[in-house]
């Protein structure tokens, strides 16, 4: 019955291939044109859970606070005097509002200066990458190191590096299909379903409004890896029925039928480990896992409705091109697994339990800056020597209920005692002149001798302030005893003379002008709506215990004045450490969801529960063993890699085994097991070959040619995890079914027609 209805099916989408590929055409045409909307996020901390600090806290800096850029330039080989010229000239540029430097240790060490250059604009505005660029020209030279995120579009760098990785993954792709295929001509069929596909993903990101940058430089070529097996499933089927009926059109609706089965439940165990990455507190993973998920549903639909018109429509060239199997026959090396009999099951029982402990021992990185690049970039190396030389501050931000400027100068006053902190700001310790703060509250008569304007004139206007501000009670109570702080004054008053209310004699004016830009810049960056911001700068990492104690003396601090958790602490260091606690509650949960809904599949597929724990229990061996390599190198692992890949490599590469029990259960019916298992190693070898050469190479080309951290150590982990994969299913799995036949037989619970 169910094979009568894939035939019709199948019957249908061949008759109307017409009609199907005129569909395909109109969602290719649509998907081209959504591309260039897809929203793309860089920031891996957005997609911590919601109610983080470091997510709430973000948040709020986007919509109150304005943070202009900065940027770091170190002139190696060079003396005080010239360090001090190149700074005079570089304060003198548009838009720079200011250079530090000086000859203390934080400056200039061992002939190295480094000069901290602010600017009155954010990263993005022209203005700014404008006059950094002139920098870059003024200074350049081959000892000029400039650490600034000013001007660098980081997302159109990746993108043009995985333009590169694709490019090489399909030369590569290509060569290995032009050997493992049975007709020259399959292979531009592949390209064409494959290029379809990744196209209707890509577009239908746009459905998602925003996704990672991870997601997005990823998908793509974890799609070719994931899918391109699909196509290849169907393609040997219609070629094995054309060998049993009559004509092509019968033989094509035949391996239609029976490759939307073979290929549904094939991808199921791809799918199954993605939807566990979806059910992450860590957000990327819902992103990754979704947009995966969708690459592996849109390469089905191409395979089962484009693919099929493709094949009737290009016979002719698939006839013509038809060529012998280049793929060697691996007779010889089943017999040498049954020889041997169980030794690659003893070393891989003996590598196990080492492989457990020193994937457990792995250290894992929870920040960019902590992680060993695998692709220099120039930007980074210069940051690292900048780091190398001089120390590596980071910066952290208190965030507290705006209107409390005494509670804000005690914080800041007992922050700057803390241990390893180097400076502490906010509005409430800012000085303007002769020792007056900005937060300092003023009455009429103080305000007028420090404009020099006519005290009656400050009267008038602090009691329109006091109107405006609702104290006009205490205003008209008693004038010189109502005081405003110097830096609501001051604004206050910016914008009545802006108004053309408030009109000053010239020498008051040009004071007011002197202090107009730092007063705006100031309250621009520490002042918003509801909330002010401190910035904490500490001699500390990013990770490390040190760093974290001073978090939480800052969070105890800040809640000691403004009551528990009405404060937020927020930086590098709160969203590495948030991240970590992330980590550790979604590593297990990932792994035995994974693990669970892998099993459950492989019970239903082959109606055996040995079977499926012996394969689960291989590929799991794998990933052990892949995450053994950070501890035995001792480099620390990115926490995203851990995620991600386990997951990835135990939905994908169980497919891997999947075929090797798959074509033993059919030849055990009329052969021996060992017997049986000779001819599967020789025929599940071409698949598990062509998926896993795929996978590794598209794993190692991202790792090797992609500057970003992340993105590289997932590709390395891919690549090695899918290397590590087959060689298991290629040794050790082909004796542990032998070895376990029987276990296997017992826990069949439902027998095969004709057994």
């Known amino acids: 019955m169910e094979n009568s209805i894939l035939k019709k099916i199948s019957k249908f989408i061949v008759d109307q291939r017409m009609l199907v590929m005129i569909v395909f055409a109109a969602a290719c045409v649509y998907c081209a044109m959504s591309i260039s909307k897809v929203k793309v996020n860089e920031d891996i901390t957005a997609f911590l859970p919601a109610n983080t600090d470091t997510r709430r806290g973000l948040t709020i800096m986007e919509e109150e606070f304005t943070t202009f850029a900065s940027a770091n330039v170190m002139l190696a080989n060079t003396t005080y005097d010239r360090a001090k010229a190149v700074a005079d000239e570089i ?42 660029n002139t920098i870059r020209d003024m200074t350049a030279g081959p000892d000029t190191y400039i650490s600034s995120e000013i001007g660098q579009d980081l997302l159109a760098q990746i993108a043009s590096e995985m333009v590169g990785v694709l490019a090489l993954a399909v030369l590569v792709i290509v060569g290995v299909l032009l050997f493992t295929s049975r007709s020259y001509f399959e292979v531009v069929i592949f390209l064409i379903v494959f290029a379809v596909a990744a196209l209707l993903n890509m577009g239908t990101n746009f459905w998602l409004g925003e996704i990672s940058s991870i997601t997005n430089s990823i998908a793509v070529i974890m799609q070719l890896a994931l899918a391109i097996d699909y196509a290849i499933i169907f393609s040997h089927r219609y070629q094995d029925e054309t060998e049993r009926f009559p004509t092509e059109y019968d033989a094509l609706i035949e391996a239609l039928a029976k490759s939307i089965v073979e290929i549904s439940s094939s991808s199921l165990t791809t799918i199954a480990g993605l939807v566990a990455l979806m059910l992450m507190q860590f957000r990327l993973g819902y992103d990754l896992g979704l947009v995966l998920s969708k690459s592996i549903v849109c390469s089905l639909i191409t395979v089962f409705l484009l693919m099929p018109g493709l094949i009737a429509y290009c016979r002719k060239p698939l006839r013509k091109t038809a060529h012998r199997s280049h793929i060697p026959q691996l007779y010889g090396w089943g017999r040498f697994l049954m020889k041997t009999k169980l030794g690659f099951v003893v070393i891989f029982l003996v590598i196990l339990p080492m492989a457990v402990y020193c994937s457990s021992r792995t250290e894992y990185a929870f920040s960019d800056s902590s992680i060993d690049e695998l692709v220099h970039s120039e930007s980074r190396d210069a940051s690292r020597k900048i780091t190398d030389t001089f120390t590596n501050d980071t910066t952290i931000a208190v965030l507290v209920p705006a209107g409390d ?57 602090y009691a329109a302030y006091g109107v405006e501000h609702e104290q006009y009670q205490a205003v008209f109570g ?4 109502y005081s405003v702080p110097l830096i609501d004054m001051f604004l206050y008053l910016f914008e009545k003379i802006d108004q053309g209310i408030v009109t000053l004699d010239d020498a008051s004016q040009e004071t007011l002008d002197s202090l107009r830009g730092e007063l705006e810049r100031g309250e621009a960056q520490l002042r918003g709506v509801n909330w002010n911001r401190m910035v904490i700068t500490a001699d500390v990492p990013v990770e490390g215990e040190e760093s974290i104690t001073l978090v939480d003396s800052l969070r105890s601090l800040a809640d000691g004045y403004y009551g528990e958790g009405k404060c937020l602490v927020i930086g590098n260091v709160t969203s590495a450490r948030e991240l970590r606690e992330t980590f550790s509650g979604d590593s297990l949960l990932i792994s035995i969801l994974t693990i669970t809904f892998v099993l459950l599949i492989l019970i239903f597929t082959f109606k055996s529960i040995g079977g499926a724990v012996i394969l689960v229990f291989v590929i799991q061996g794998s990933i052990w063993i892949n995450f053994t390599f950070p501890y035995l190198t001792q480099t620390k692992a990115s926490f995203v890699t851990n995620m991600i890949v386990s997951a990835i490599q135990m939905g994908a590469t169980i497919d891997y085994a999947i075929v090797m029990m798959s074509h033993y259960l059919d030849l055990r019916r009329l052969n021996e097991p060992r017997a ?5 190693v020789n025929e599940a070898f071409p698949t598990v070959m062509t998926s896993g050469t795929i996978m590794t190479v598209a794993g190692f080309l991202i790792a090797y040619r992609v500057s970003d951290v992340y993105i590289g150590h997932i590709g390395l982990a891919v690549g090695r995890g899918a290397l590590i994969s087959v060689i298991l ?13 029987k276990v296997i037989e017992k826990t069949t619970f439902e027998k095969k027609a004709g057994d």
């Open 478 to 481: 008693n004038a010189e005893a």
């Open 405 to 461: 400027y005494a509670s804000e100068k005690a914080i800041l006053s007992a922050a700057e005692e803390l241990p390893h902190v180097k400076s502490a700001t906010g509005l409430a310790n800012i000085e303007i002149e002769d020792g007056r703060v900005l937060t300092d509250s003023y009455t009429p008569r103080m305000f007028s001798m420090l404009l020099n304007i006519d005290y009656e004139q400050a009267q008038l206007l």
């Open 676 to 680: 049986a298992m000779v001819k599967a």
């Open 91 to 132: 304060a003198e540029l548009p838009h720079v509002t200011g250079v530090t430097f000086d000859d203390s240790t934080a400056h200039f060490v061992s002939s190295a200066a480094l000069l901290t250059v602010s600017f009155d604009g954010d990263e993005n505005d022209q203005n700014v990458i404008d006059t950094m």
């Open 729 to 741: 299913v290629m040794t050790v799995l082909p004796q542990l079914i032998v070895l376990l036949d």
